[in-house]
């Protein structure tokens, strides 16, 4: 069974320039077949507000209403999906920028009214898994935007961590699947404020204790969620760590 590294690259490192390479440097010494998806939502907020757009945000996820979705669109598919996949060419990896819309690779569906309308936002509910080995088999490595639709013609905004854990799940049948969320910390930390109160490891009955205690709380909750979820379909590892570290075998393990 191939071995897979799936990488998600948070957006405080898509949208510097000098973090970007160094991370890009260390994503294609993995070992392997690699897949690679990325945020972007800080430079969609600042290209918002030149246009003169309010970004409105309900626990960590954005609102996105035709105008928003025109803006990410914008910036998710093109600004730095095509930014990343050119400096993976430079250093000489044959990638290949996608959204879900691309080769029918991510369904979703939009997502229900109840008490937040999201507007535009897809829940995922398929995941074409055959496409992307396809990709993989011919030397590609996959650079994932986090855009999918609905089948009818329309884009639907959908959240990177969630694209990144349903597509491990998706392949976790046929490959021997690790999955790394980076972002700016270590990992999991006791206490944010400490960068050195690193969670080494992380089971599901400790996350539950750190999430009642408030220890864990906010956007770590649904990464975490989306990682057990990982766990539980077959994916042999998920580590959350920093990007520097994408390569390294640090951070915050989660059984």
């Not at 890009?24 to 507000?49: Q, V």
């Not at 997502?111 to 055959?130: L, S, T």
Request: hydrophobic share 45%; aromatic share 6%.
């Amino acid at each position: 069974m191939q071995h897979l590294t799936i990488v998600k690259i948070g957006g405080k490192i898509v949208d510097d320039s000098d973090s970007l390479a160094t991370f890009l440097k260390d994503f294609s010494s993995i070992a392997g077949d690699k897949i690679l998806i990325h945020g972007g939502g800080r430079s969609a907020t600042l290209l918002a507000e030149k246009l003169g757009l309010e970004t409105k945000m309900t626990e960590g996820r954005r609102i996105t209403d035709l105008e928003m979705l025109k803006v990410v669109t914008m910036v998710y598919a093109g600004l730095v999906n095509k930014n990343v996949v050119a400096q993976l060419q430079k250093i000489g990896m044959d990638a290949v920028g996608l959204t879900g819309a691309d080769m029918n690779l991510i369904l979703s569906g939009k997502r229900p009214v109840k008490e937040i309308d999201y507007g535009f936002v897809g829940d995922i509910k398929r995941i074409n898994a055959a496409a992307l080995l396809d990709l993989l088999k011919q030397n590609y490595v996959p650079v994932i935007a986090p855009l999918t639709h609905d089948g009818n013609g329309n884009l639907l905004n959908t959240n990177a961590d969630t694209i990144a854990a349903e597509i491990a799940k998706a392949l976790a049948f046929d490959c021997n699947v690790r999955l790394i969320y980076c972002f700016e910390k270590k990992g999991v930390l006791l206490n944010e404020a400490d960068d050195d109160s690193l969670i080494p490891t992380l089971d599901f009955e400790l996350f539950q204790q750190y999430k009642s205690e408030g220890i864990i709380q906010g956007g770590m909750i649904p990464k975490l969620e989306n990682a057990f979820q990982a766990i539980a379909y077959g994916v042999k590892e998920v580590i959350i760590t920093c990007a520097s570290d994408v390569n390294a075998g640090k951070g915050t393990i989660i059984r």
